[in-house]
């Protein structure tokens, strides 16, 4: 069983940064793959970013490419998501996940745990 804490959501103006947080308990963080997806409200949660474990491969949605940033502290079981320029459209609940296999999957059947999930907010 794997739990995972996300922190560092609020609400913004568009253009402004929010790094959010994700701690995750056990012992072998630094073999899974982790993932950020988001759901805006009566929306389908979509895939934002994903970072793999050991090689510490990434993959990102298109439309976020250049503006957020995946990273992982495995030191401190935390992988992290630098979302810089907001735009109003990625207002969501955002939920980081974890793959047990290590990948940088998009798919969400491909992620076993999952976050309570942060708010982000950002108003035009």
């Known amino acids: 069983q794997v739990q995972l804490v996300e922190s560092g959501g609020g609400l913004v103006q568009a253009g402004d940064s929010l790094r959010l947080s994700c701690t995750a308990s056990?012992?072998?963080?630094?073999?899974?793959?982790m993932g950020w997806f988001r759901q805006a409200p009566e929306k389908a949660r979509e895939f934002v970013a994903a970072i793999s474990g050991r090689s510490g491969t990434t993959n990102y949605q298109d439309s976020v490419k250049g503006r957020f940033t995946i990273s992982r502290d495995n030191a401190k079981n935390t992988v992290y998501l630098q979302m810089n320029s907001l735009e109003p459209e990625d207002t969501a609940v955002y939920f980081c996940?974890?793959?047990?296999?290590?990948?940088?999957?998009?798919?969400?059947?491909?992620?076993?745990?999952w976050g309570q999930g942060t708010q982000v907010t950002v108003s035009s």
């Open positions: 056990g012992r072998t963080f630094s073999s899974y793959g």
């Open positions: 996940a974890v793959d047990y296999h290590g990948l940088a999957g998009r798919s969400s059947v491909m992620y076993e745990y």
